[in-house]
């Protein structure tokens, strides 16, 4: 039988309240553990493909932009729930969401692994896709609820290092399965492989994660308008970006209602909340929490580099460079290491160091980039592992130190009854910044690798990524200003 959870601190309503009724769940390090494994697999099936594209189009007799909707699938359904599926998790229980994600999830995978044709492999990716969705905010709501403090910041710690190493090992671990398992039907294992994992992680979820009805103070309602609003206008967001990669541009004529449809849902949330109901996102509850609106941003364009920025490195080292797939991932592996230097420690001392360590390691970041793109380009596939990784492994130690840090300060004053819905909105962001860094990553080096040359498409897409860093780290100066900002 599963032990009660103790109760969170009561009077958190308001950004910046504590109560004094809090009591620490003595499993709670066991419950964030199980936590962060399912965490960092939803996250780690973003990348974990890309290396794995020219195995699935042979096997499956298809199409490379067929193809690419494996992957541009996965992130469209994954970033168009996460909002949803963390006020589902506010309102009716972390856990239960954990088991209908989890279990979706496994279910998916295995179907993704089995499906016969192109068609039905992308159907299971949008599914798996909705599944990651209501599994992963419910990270943040658990952290939110059972941790306070200094402790809040090394849990947050530990997430934001699985959220690094997850994208950074993902096409490592691709293609290691794809070179033990052939490249004929290697592809077939990524998503095979997640069955027992997933299928022993529902069996702790369930011994472990406590069975709370609803997070303390959550309205059960549910807004119904709220969701389709802001499913519209994620939707309108990330599928113009994700369909670039095909040559889809026909289809940015969607971002023109973003603002319409955004603007919409600010109003509905308003309106809810002054009838009394029970809001998707209270947006002016959130808006008046000391440094969430600066966090999103920074995450968001942090994520728009970083996500670029691998992926472009990835695709260079395989078709320019002749690099097989296991060799392009471990040349990978240095931004990987760094973070995992890096994240648990910047999550021990943010709490007393505040937005300047995200500054820091943004700056740390940024001038790794510009040194990637003044002398990366150019270098033959013999030497590439002795200049990229160690620039990589720096680029990482600042990485880590930017992820872990800024989830903690954007979600550290939110009241945990919103602690799934706010960290579905973090988490949305860092969504809609890997697709828009795809997108201008992969397309700045496609064109101008067409007119000058690869390295010159290279170096293209670094400076796109370098401008990404740059603006994330303008904005982490300027939340400095804010009392939460300067410690």
């Given at each position: ?94 856990r239960r969401l954990m088991l209908i ?220 460079l002749g690099l097989g797939p296991l ?145 994330s780290l303008a904005v982490a100066v ?10």
């Amino acid at each position: 039988m599963v032990e009660q959870q103790a109760q969170p601190a009561t009077g958190e309503d308001a950004p910046g309240q504590r109560g004094t009724a809090y009591e620490p769940d003595p499993r709670r390090w066991r419950i964030l553990a199980v936590s962060l494994v399912v965490g960092f697999m939803s996250l780690l099936d973003v990348t974990i493909v890309n290396v794995a594209i020219p195995s699935m189009q042979s096997g499956l007799d298809t199409s490379a932009a067929a193809v690419q909707w494996v992957v541009s699938g996965y992130a469209l359904s994954f970033g168009l729930v996460l909002v949803i599926g963390g006020r589902l998790g506010d309102a009716f229980g972390r856990r239960r969401l954990m088991l209908i994600g989890l279990s979706g999830f496994v279910a998916s995978s295995a179907l993704v692994g089995l499906a016969p044709g192109i068609e039905l492999v992308v159907a299971a990716r949008l599914l798996q896709g909705i599944s990651a969705g209501l599994l992963t905010p419910q990270n943040s709501g658990l952290i939110q609820t059972l941790f306070r403090g200094a402790e809040r910041g090394r849990a947050f710690g530990l997430f934001g290092f699985v959220v690094s190493i997850s994208s950074a090992l993902g096409p490592v671990l691709g293609g290691l399965i794809i070179t033990l398992a052939g490249s004929e039907d290697g592809w077939r294992w990524i998503f095979w492989v997640n069955v027992p994992v997933g299928l022993v992680a529902l069996v702790l979820v369930a011994r472990i994660v406590p069975s709370e009805v609803s997070a303390e103070g959550s309205d059960p309602r549910l807004d119904l308008v709220g969701a389709l609003l802001v499913g519209l206008t994620v939707l309108c967001v990330i599928y113009p970006l994700v369909s670039l990669e095909g040559g889809g541009y026909r289809w940015l004529v969607l971002l023109a209602a973003v603002p319409a449809l955004g603007w919409a849902f600010v109003r509905w949330e308003r309106r809810v909340v002054a009838r009394g109901g029970a809001p998707l996102l209270d947006v002016g509850l959130l808006r008046r929490t000391p440094g969430f609106a600066d966090g999103i941003a920074v995450g968001s364009l942090y994520f728009t580099g970083f996500t670029g920025l691998v992926l472009v490195l990835a695709i260079h080292l395989q078709t320019e460079l002749g690099l097989g797939p296991l060799a392009a991932g471990a040349v990978l592996t240095g931004f990987a290491g760094g973070s995992a230097i890096s994240s648990p420690l910047a999550g021990r001392v943010v709490t007393r160091v505040g937005r300047p360590l995200t500054v820091a390691a943004l700056v740390v970041v940024l001038l790794s980039v510009v040194a990637l793109a003044v002398v990366l380009p150019g270098q033959d596939g013999a030497g590439i592992g002795w200049v990229l990784t160690p620039l990589l492994f720096v680029a990482g130690l600042g990485g880590g130190a930017v992820i872990s840090p800024n989830i903690t300060l954007t979600l550290d004053e939110v009241p945990p009854r919103m602690g799934g819905a706010a960290g579905g909105a973090l988490q949305t962001g860092q969504r809609i910044g890997s697709a828009l860094g795809t997108a201008a990553g992969v397309t700045a080096y496609t064109v101008v690798a067409t007119s000058y040359g690869a390295a010159a498409g290279l170096r293209a897409a670094l400076v796109v990524a370098a401008l990404m860093v740059a603006a994330s780290l303008a904005v982490a100066v300027r939340s400095l200003r804010s009392p939460r900002g300067s410690a």
